[in-house]
Every structure is written in C-alpha cells, then in structure tokens.
T-cell receptor
C-alpha cells in the first residue's frame, strides 16, 4: 500500500540493547524526519534527512543514529537504549509542498525496561 | 531560533460551539509556514491546515480556520461547530522557509474535550 509505514508498532527492550525502528515511504519524498513524542514536550525532532545519504541532527539527537542509503527508507537506531528513550516515535516525510503538510507514520511505542 | 508556544494544556467546549486554540510563535525568518495537526486517541497525526507567512488571507479548511495575526506572531486555530469527534490533542507547528533544512518544529499541544 502507498504511504509511510513504521515498524514495529510496539517494542519492549532492555536497557543497553541496540534497537532499530524502521520507516518506509512509497512516495519518493525527498525529506524524512524522526520525532519523539513525550508528555509535556510535544513532538521533538531527533534527526532529519533531505535526501539519500544526507542526514542532520535535530533538537534531541543524543543516543540515536540514522542512515538513509535509499530514498524510501530511514531507519532510526538506538545504539544502547536507556529508560529515558521510552517514548512514542514518529517518522514523517515531505516533498516540500507545504500546503499538503508533512505526512506521518502511525508511530512506534518503545518501552525500555 | 524558532519556537512554538501553546499555553493551553487542556480545554473543554460544548458540542456545536466554536473553540479557539492558541498558538504563538517566534522566528527571525520573514518567510515561514504554520501548521496545525490533530492527534486523536488512536495516535495518528492528521494534518489540518497550513498558513504561509506571505499569504494575504487566513487559511480555511472546512470547519477549521486559522486566525493569523502576523504582527502579534499568533496563529490560532478556530474550530467551528464542534463535534464529539473533534476531541483530540492539537499541535501547532512551524517551519522556517529561509533555511535549507525543512525542519518542522512543534508546540507542546492542547488537549481538547468536546462535551455533549
């Protein structure tokens, strides 16, 4: 199906483990983003990418790594998960036509125990 | 640096009444875009409306309108004739257009409850 897909929807992991959240979009949008949502903070930008092989840090990048070898995929890796990284993670994409907004995935709820 | 402020953590409104959700922003870029998103309890982020800083008229999309006051740096969302299905979290967001990053920055949100 066309759209933006995140996987998994739910994940429980242990402190110190590496975990990767996947994001796939079918529109070939140039821009892709990772946000985390926490109560009282709204959505905060972790990393973004303007195109394949071009990534940059957002507001809260520490502890996260991204890659974008293909336009359609933008995985987010927590190298050594901490409890403070328990959150809901959203991936989004945009082609830059602002009136259409940014399109978000359904989110991944990550719990670090 | 760009910043979005939503000062209303939560609001109640009676069904069929209009409600205004406040949003103020700060930016030094004269060119920017403002967005509103709805997040129902199911969790998805739904794009509602967009306003460009150079747009001459306030944006409208069905029952949603954006009260854009540039001098006051405010971009309030007005929902007319509230429905029970409007109960959700609402986020205001902004993107500065002068830079090359295309970053969208969000406020902390307002939780709206529509009462029958």
């Amino acid at each position: 199906d066309a759209g933006i897909t995140q996987s998994p929807r739910y994940k429980i992991t242990e402190t110190g483990r590496q975990v990767t959240l996947m994001c796939h979009q079918t529109w070939s949008h140039s821009y892709m983003f990772w946000y985390r949502q926490d109560l009282g903070h709204g959505l905060r930008l972790i990393y973004y990418s303007a195109a394949a092989d071009i990534t940059d840090k957002g507001e809260v990048p520490d502890g996260y790594v991204v890659s974008r070898s293909k336009t359609e995929n933008f995985p987010l890796t927590l190298e050594s998960a901490t409890r403070s990284q328990t959150s809901v993670y959203f991936c989004a994409s945009s082609e830059g036509v602002l009136r259409y907004g940014y399109t978000f995935g359904s989110g991944t709820r990550l719990t670090v125990v | 640096a760009q910043k979005i402020t939503q000062t209303q953590p939560g609001m109640f409104v009676q069904e069929k009444e209009a409600v205004t959700l406040d949003c103020t922003y700060d930016t030094s870029d004269p060119s920017y875009g403002l967005f509103w998103y709805k997040q129902p309890s199911s969790g998805e982020m739904i794009f509602l409306i967009y306003q460009g800083s150079y747009d001459q008229q306030n944006a409208t999309e069905g029952r949603y309108s954006l009260n854009f006051q540039k001098a006051r740096k405010s971009a309030n969302l007005v929902i007319s004739a509230s429905q029970l299905g409007d109960s959700a979290m609402y986020f205001c967001a902004m993107r500065e257009l002068g830079g090359a990053t295309n970053k969208l920055i969000f406020g902390t949100g307002t939780l709206l409850a529509v009462q029958p």
